[in-house]
């Protein structure tokens, strides 16, 4: 398995647009989440799944923000409009069911909103 | 889960072993404790975990005390690929799993 896949890895968007973060989990894994991570406030949980049902999604920081899992294979994050404080690097992970078992990221997307 | 407890940075120089400790002291009788490290600009990356007993693979040992309300991570010859922000999290053995991360070491490996 290559690994979680995200893209695009590079995203620079002007305020007010949307933007959508793709990821592609490790096939067979049961949980997937999504993450942001910037300098003031580290890594942070936004969102994770369940067989792709959203369980928690306390972490996401506004409506702007949406997250989607159609399928066990894609997930994707949206914001919509995007605004300057949207810059960050996003983190897609997955991992299977039981607790003894370890998470897996992509590369993640760098987002920078201008 | 159990709230972790890190020192922010530590140094090491390269060639001795890196112990970087946590405290989880009130970590519950089914949370594991996992460590991750975040090399710059990569996604973390699994190290290792444990529940009681010690554990070691080909990254790194894990010691946690016989109470479990901390442990210690042992890279045994730091090199300065190992420069990176370590990361102690407490997990539970079922249910959701809400993988959380607190801010972690910041270990800087010395030539």
């Known amino acids: 398995d290559a690994g979680v896949i995200q893209s695009p890895r590079h995203e620079v968007t002007e305020m007010g647009q949307e933007v959508t973060l793709r990821c592609k989990p490790i096939?067979?894994?049961?949980?997937l989440f999504w993450y942001r991570q910037t300098m003031m406030r580290g890594l942070e949980l936004l969102i994770y799944f369940n067989n792709n049902v959203p369980i928690d999604d306390s972490g996401m920081p506004e409506d702007r923000f949406s997250a989607k899992m159609p399928n066990a294979s894609f997930s994707t994050l949206k914001i919509q409009p995007s605004e300057p404080r949207d810059s960050a690097v996003y983190f897609c992970?997955?991992?299977?069911?039981?607790?003894?078992?370890?998470?897996?990221f992509g590369q993640g997307t760098r987002l920078t909103v201008v | 889960d159990a709230k972790t407890t890190q020192p922010p940075s530590m140094d090491c120089a390269e060639g001795r072993a890196a112990n970087l400790p946590c405290n989880h002291s009130?970590?519950?009788?089914?949370?594991?404790v996992y460590w991750y490290r975040q090399i710059h600009s990569q996604g973390p990356q699994y190290i290792i975990h444990g529940l009681k007993n010690n554990e070691t693979n080909e990254m790194a040992s894990l010691i946690i005390t016989e109470d479990r309300k901390s442990s210690t991570l042992i890279l045994p010859h730091a090199t300065l690929r190992d420069t990176a922000v370590y990361y102690c999290i407490a997990l539970n053995s079922g249910g959701y799993q809400k993988v959380t991360f607190g801010i972690g070491t910041k270990l800087q490996v010395i030539p």
């Open positions: 992970a997955s991992s299977f069911t039981t607790g003894d078992t370890e998470a897996f």
């Open positions: 009130t970590i519950s009788g089914n949370e594991y």
């Open positions: 096939s067979g894994h049961d949980y």
